[in-house]
Nanobody
């Protein structure tokens, strides 16, 4: 059974940095994409970034380009989201998700497995 566990959320001040981790388990992840999404208070879930675990090809939402960086460890077992220069509008529950395809996608429906989410709160 595929599971994803996020960690690393918390309360920070505007301008600070935070790193989230996502650890997929329960499957062979050689040809998959991991996406990070977020859901701000009172809003829908939105795409942040996706990474192909084999090629490390990435795609970023415009709102985070230049501030957020996605990466994976050498074994491809953990995906990281480094968030720098955080803003109050980055406040959200952050989710990692797994897509059983090597093509990075940005729609919620393109991802089959989801983690439980981790809260990121940025105070201004």
């Amino acid at each position: 059974q595929v599971q994803l566990v996020e960690s690393g959320g918390g309360l920070v001040q505007a301008g600070d940095s935070l790193r989230l981790s996502c650890a997929p388990s329960g499957g062979n992840f050689g040809w998959v994409t991991v996406g990070w999404f977020r859901q701000p208070p009172g809003k829908g879930r939105e795409f942040v970034v996706g990474i192909n675990l084999r090629t490390t090809d990435t795609s970023y939402a415009d709102s985070v380009k230049g501030r957020f960086t996605v990466s994976r460890d050498n074994a491809g077992n953990t995906v990281y989201l480094q968030m720098n220069k955080l803003k109050s509008e980055d406040t959200a529950v952050y989710y990692c998700a797994l897509r059983l395809s090597s093509t990075v996608a940005s729609r919620v429906d393109d991802y089959s497995f989801w983690g439980q989410g981790t809260q990121v709160t940025v105070s201004s």
